[in-house]
């Protein structure tokens, strides 16, 4: 059995685009006059050291924060997904099935995703808080599986799961024909997704 994305369809070729944006927390500035564009069916590798704003971006693009200077503009009816490596989206009091049935699918697909991803039936009955982090990490992914997005920004998807959870979502994600920002270490899942790779660079006053 294997993990699927459903069919997605983006009219623009320019999806995302960036322009002398720049961002501080505090007085401590992280990104300064960036520039990004990507188009569709990209795969795009976010690469730095640790603390020079990949999460950042990532949060910027998805609307979370503003950027003090600058645009990001979008192309009409994206629907972007965001995987967080801290899995902070999920509610520890909502069952597993009452999250996964926000993405409007039907009991017996969710349940037969879960069995793909290596989720036990029973699961489904659980309440988040009491699920291991590779569970939570699981049904993470499969929120965004089973939902109609065509950009994924994915923070370390792979951090929690096992070999075999790894490999399925990194088949599932070369026959997805959206578009794809990720921020990953695992060199073997990197090779398989990335089609360009974005290196970030500490800023310095």
């Not at 459903?6 to 501080?24: K, Q, T, W």
């Not at 910027?60 to 503009?73: A, H, M, N, V």
């Not at 993470?140 to 399925?168: A, C, K, W, Y």
Request: net charge negative.
């Amino acid at each position: 059995r294997k993990l699927f994305f459903g069919e997605v369809h983006l009219s623009n070729r320019e999806l995302i685009n960036i322009s002398a944006m720049s961002f501080a927390y505090d007085e401590t500035w992280i990104l300064k006059d960036f520039y990004f564009n990507m188009d569709s069916a990209e795969r795009v590798w976010l690469s730095a050291a640790n603390g020079c704003g990949k999460t950042t971006l990532m949060r910027l693009i998805y609307g979370e924060l503003i950027p003090q200077k600058g645009d990001i503009s979008y192309a009409p009816r994206l629907r972007i997904a965001y995987y967080r490596q801290d899995l902070s989206l999920l509610d520890s009091k909502q069952t597993v099935l009452d999250y996964l049935q926000d993405s409007g699918s039907e009991t017996t697909h969710i349940h037969n995703m879960m069995g793909c991803i290596g989720l036990k039936d029973d699961l489904a009955y659980v309440e988040m808080g009491s699920l291991s982090w590779g569970e939570k990490a699981k049904v993470q992914i499969l929120g965004i599986l089973l939902g109609d997005f065509n950009v994924l920004l994915l923070d370390e998807p792979t951090n929690h799961l096992d070999m075999r959870s790894r490999d399925l979502l990194a088949s599932a994600l070369e026959k997805f024909n959206g578009a794809v920002i990720f921020v990953s270490h695992d060199r073997s899942f990197i090779r398989r997704i990335a089609t360009r790779e974005l290196k970030l660079e500490m800023y310095l006053e």
